[in-house]
């Protein structure tokens, strides 16, 4: 039976440009946070980590977080790198056996549960070493798995600096699947009014 898979969802942002949280943007009757807690779940990771900063208490308050484990990142403010590194640690300390993790944001709205299924059966299909990532508009990016012996890349990272500069310098196979309008995310209020 295959290992369960973990998922961690970068959602520590102050949302600045959009002036809410986007975390708490509602769409078809559900927070983006929540949304995509349930599309991890229904694609099979277990457990499911929210990495949370700007906002957290109102986010905990308001999203459900369904069956999710929340992280209070109090680094936040010194970029995306602190998310990462607060999200793979706790996989290391909380999930040692696992050979990898699913990491990805909660404000890409084209994103389905069929994709992220795909990206688990593409890891158990190839060799463990991989690399799995969602490829939109031209660039690799996350949603990605990535396998544990690129954890110490992701560690090493800092400032504002995402998991794209792991996905760019890859020491290690790198298999893509197409996320179509992947690219799509909410950062602004004209984003908003498009969605």
Same mark, same amino acid.
């Given at each position: ?35 995509? =807690? ?32 929340? =992280? ?11 998310? =990462? ?23 890409q709205p084209n994103l389905t549960s069929a994709h992220l ?57 790198? =298999?893509?699947i197409e996320l179509p309008g992947g690219e799509f995310d ?10």
């Open positions: 039976m295959p290992m369960a898979m973990p998922a961690i969802i970068l959602a520590a942002g102050a949302s600045t440009r959009l002036g809410r949280p986007k975390q708490l943007v509602h769409s078809a009757g559900e927070t983006l946070l929540d949304r995509t =807690i349930r599309h991890v779940r229904q694609a099979g990771c277990d457990p499911v980590f929210v990495v949370l900063g700007a906002n957290s208490e109102e986010i905990t308050r308001t999203a459900l977080l369904k069956d999710a484990q929340t =992280i209070v990142n109090e680094e936040w403010r010194s970029g995306i790198s602190t998310s =990462i590194r607060a999200g793979i640690t706790a996989v290391q300390t909380l999930c040692p056996e696992s050979s990898a993790a699913m990491l990805l944001v909660c404000d299924a795909e990206l688990i059966s593409q890891h158990q299909a190839a060799i463990q070493t991989a690399i799995i990532a969602s490829v939109y508009a031209g660039n690799i990016g996350i949603p990605a798995i990535f396998p544990t012996s690129q954890f110490d890349s992701l560690l090493r990272l800092e400032g504002d600096v995402g998991a794209r500069a792991t996905l760019r310098k890859a020491e290690c196979p790198l =298999i893509t909410i950062d602004t209020p004209e984003d908003l009014a498009s969605l």
